[in-house]
């Protein structure tokens, strides 16, 4: 029987990547690249996975970081871009890092040479047409307007961003809560809420005023030309705000109205950070109002400076910059697929995650789900205790909107973390108790043996070697 082909818009490494997985699946792709049709402001070359930021992958550690374990996911997954990076690796310590002209020609060859692969060079200007049933829309953060104007009429005004006004996210259990304490303003509890829906962090004057000149002094990123200045004051970076006057930030996100400092009623904070829940799990919590352009040894740095966040440890840190991503938590389902439009799926940055890894885990799924609904098969999302799934579930549904704000989209991309997993119970050692970086390491190890595991089972791979 002669299959109908999936379409994937866009070759990036998210769509050479799903077309990759779909091809290997045994049907037939058509890849749809605009370049060199129609260039882009940051691409230099017509080839596939044209790296155009930084040539690391970041951590190969399997045991100990989020990233190294998708790292070791996608490998058992068969995925192209980790052969392609494996193969073409250049030295850089702990980390995967590639010589950037070496991989894109990897991968451009692999595809080509594929029998089930098509590459056409051709801009697609709107959404696929109805009778391209299986498609997959892996464009990126340089997504080219026509068709971005298309995704938003499609899925609404309010579902399309074209910049990342990002804060940083603190993982839970490195605040110091015996400094701050849970409260949200005047008590107000908000729909779904409890009036103690936010962690504040206290400052008295002298520490303020020292924060504040921190952030007037700190080393900051600036726009490449291309971006523009996206500055708008609903969000404005922090350090842009504290340049309008030293009192501005105490009569913005860290005024300190409504609040009772918990341990120390009778004082009167001069000023307050806020952190509120980001993820459903609890584990993640994000700085209100804190997106940065600042670099992110200084962010670091400088919020550490806080009360009750000098041994936070960040899940992600802040940003400001250009990049179309879509609402997915309000419009993809846990199989990638847009709910208004079944066989439609998004994959890689447009979905909303951050790096070049997690683009090509996400176009890896969408590239096995559409693969899996054109032969007529069943196939479940990835178990959220793997990397694969607590990716996943982030992008579709672990991301908490803000109830204090109705309407305010607040999903914003992010990279795999641990923040991310069902947390787990560090593994106890015989004869003694383990504590601080013991701890750690010990619970990472357990979540990441955890997470491969139940990979190799959602992969069928432990039942084929007893097959066999």
């Not at 924060?211 to 500055?231: I, R």
């Not at 701890?439 to 097959?467: M, V």
């Amino acid at each position: 029987m002669t299959l109908a082909p999936i379409h994937v818009i866009g070759g990036g490494l998210a769509g050479s990547e799903a077309a990759w997985q779909a091809a290997e699946a045994g049907v037939p792709v058509v890849l749809h690249e605009m370049r060199p049709v129609r260039a882009t402001d940051a691409h230099k070359t017509d080839g596939l996975a044209e790296l155009v930021c930084s040539n690391s992958f970041r951590s190969d550690d399997a045991e100990t970081n989020a990233v190294g374990l998708l790292h070791a996911e996608m490998r058992l997954a068969g995925s192209l871009i980790m052969q392609a990076g494996d193969a073409n690796q250049v030295p850089a310590g702990g980390a995967l890092a590639v010589d950037r002209e070496g991989f894109s020609e990897a991968v451009t060859r692999a595809i080509k040479a594929h029998p089930l692969i098509t590459v056409v060079r051709e801009e697609i200007a709107g959404l696929p047409p109805e009778d391209w049933d299986q498609a997959i829309i892996a464009t990126g953060a340089l997504t080219a307007p026509s068709l971005a104007e298309a995704i938003r009429a499609a899925t609404g005004a309010e579902a399309l961003a074209f910049f990342d006004a990002i804060a940083p996210i603190v993982h839970f259990d490195t605040i110091d809560i015996d400094v701050c304490w849970f409260q949200s303003r005047y008590d107000k509890a908000g729909p779904g809420g409890t009036g103690k829906d936010y962690i504040n962090c206290p400052m008295n004057k002298a520490q303020y005023e020292a924060f504040v000149q921190a952030l007037l002094d700190g080393d900051k990123t600036s726009f490449k030309e291309w971006e523009g200045t996206p500055y708008f004051d609903g969000c404005l970076p922090i350090e842009v705000m504290a340049e309008r006057g030293p009192e501005t930030l105490r009569h913005g996100p860290m005024k300190p109205m409504g609040l009772t400092n918990a341990h120390k009623p009778d004082e009167k904070p001069y000023a307050v950070v806020q952190l509120r829940q980001d993820n459903a799990l609890g584990t993640l919590y994000n700085m209100v109002g804190f997106q940065t352009k600042l670099k992110y040894a200084e962010q670091v740095r400088i919020f550490r400076m806080i009360p009750g966040l000098e041994k936070a440890e960040f899940a992600r840190l802040g940003g400001l910059h250009r990049n179309t991503y879509i609402n997915s938590p309000a419009l993809l389902d846990s199989t990638l697929q847009l709910k208004s439009r079944p066989g439609l799926r998004f994959a890689g940055q447009i979905t909303g995650c951050e790096g070049y890894v997690e683009s090509a885990a996400m176009g890896l799924l969408a590239g096995r789900f559409a693969a899996a609904a054109r032969l007529g098969r069943n196939v479940a999302p990835p178990p959220p205790t793997t990397a694969f799934g607590a990716l996943l579930g982030h992008i579709t549904g672990g991301h908490i909107l803000s109830d204090d704000e109705p309407g305010k989209r607040s999903f914003q991309p992010m990279n795999v973390n641990f923040g991310l997993f069902p947390p787990i119970e560090a593994p106890k050692a015989e004869g003694k108790r383990l504590r601080g970086k013991e701890k750690t390491l010990a619970k990472k190890r357990a979540i990441t043996a955890r997470a491969l595991a139940d990979c190799r089972g959602w992969l069928g791979i432990a039942a084929r070697a007893a097959a066999e």
